[in-house]
């Protein structure tokens, strides 16, 4: 880099207007406060709007030098972190970071109106004798219905098959803050033999479908 010459960071446009920004290579603080500066007063006179830079955890030394040009927090994974600004003085039209979190509930009934229980060794349930049906977190790129049949598996070793949704409802003020969307999935078995998962599932079995033995999970949360 020459004493007169600044290079610009690297940046691939995105489909509304604005750039990305994927640091791969390591920078010292000085040098990326200098580049950035230098490719954000670019990017005005191209009339960007917004701005993303994804920094590895391993260069998270430059967080710093970016919140000084007016970055913000966005979104973070195990390996990264989102930072975002917004460049036209007009109204800011970047998208939030994601607001929900999606849980399912399993109804597991066999040919002898047996439904599959479990009581938790953690959580709000933990050591108050309730039993309620498996329930889980869908994973990121996962089906709702792919996630009842595997936490039903992990859970009780039970296998299924999803058969229908049941219902659904949605809270706020969940887990960080966020809004919850839970799914209630009615799963058929194709295997008896339980076995419960030790790490979590206090015990699991198969219950009778009479009024008051079972608790009332569809409102519960995850």
Known sequence: MSKNQVDLLKADEDLHGGVCVELKEPMDSQEFSIRLS??????????????????????SNLVEAAVKEGFKYHHAEPDYLMLVKWIPEIADTLPANASHRVGIGAFV???NREVLVVQEKNGKFKDLGVWKYPTGVVNEGEDICDAAVREVKEETGVDTEFVEVLAFRQS?????????????????????????QVVEIADAKLQSMQPNHLSKTMSSSV
């Open 109 to 111: 009934m066999n040919d």
């Open 38 to 59: 230098a490719s954000l007063s670019q990017w005005r006179l191209q009339d960007k709007k917004g701005v993303w830079i994804k920094l590895p955890i391993s260069q």
């Open 172 to 196: 706020h003020m969940s887990f960080f803050n966020k809004s919850d969307m839970f799914f209630v999935c009615m799963l058929k078995p194709q295997s008896f033999e339980i076995q419960k």
